[in-house]
């Protein structure tokens, strides 16, 4: 039997069209359960909400504490001068999600899995202030001082994600090497 080692050039393409405008209000849920969120908001904070997804959304920040459980399906975060997504005490999962910011993700004894996501921010990539898992599947990394207006950059500049992650640390992009 022989296996062919495949490698993997550019993000796959998928069908729908990642929403970019950002909202000026915010959405807070508080202890909600089973909810569809879509549109523009400048913050989203979900406290203690379960089984919540947020689908076609932008948002400048997005907050998820306190034991809730969310997806995330065609997601736009872009904050131009912080943190885009914190996670404290949850599980997030999410696809087709990109994140441009000065930091992209804090967690905080969360765990997080993303797949066909875009992470474009500064060093460090994401924060861990508790122990946190981490599982990316067929996403990438991007210094955003390597990236253009786009977010694109040459092949040599992304660092692909794909794997487990088991952070106590912080996470760079250097790391990812």
Known sequence: ??????????????KQRMP???????????????????????????DGCEN?????VTAE?????????????NVYLHNPAGNALTIEHSAL????????AEQAIELNHAKLDLAAARLLSHSPLMIT???????????????????DKKGTASNKSVRW??????????LSHNDLL
């Open 20 to 46: 970019t405008a950002i909202g000026q209000t915010n959405l807070n849920c508080e202890k909600q359960h089973k909810h569809i969120i879509s549109g523009a908001y400048k913050t989203i904070v979900l």
């Open 61 to 73: 920040r997005l907050i998820v504490s306190n034991q809730s459980r969310v997806r995330l399906t």
């Open 161 to 170: 994600l794909h794997g487990h992650y088991s952070l106590q640390q912080n």
């Open 129 to 147: 202030r508790g122990e946190s898992t981490s599982y990316f599947s067929l996403s990438e990394s991007l210094p955003l001082e390597l990236s």
């Open 1 to 14: 039997m022989i296996l062919k080692k495949t490698f993997i050039h550019q993000m796959p393409k998928l």
């Open 93 to 100: 999962e999410g696809t087709q999600v990109t994140i441009k």
């Open 52 to 56: 919540v997804l947020l689908k076609n």
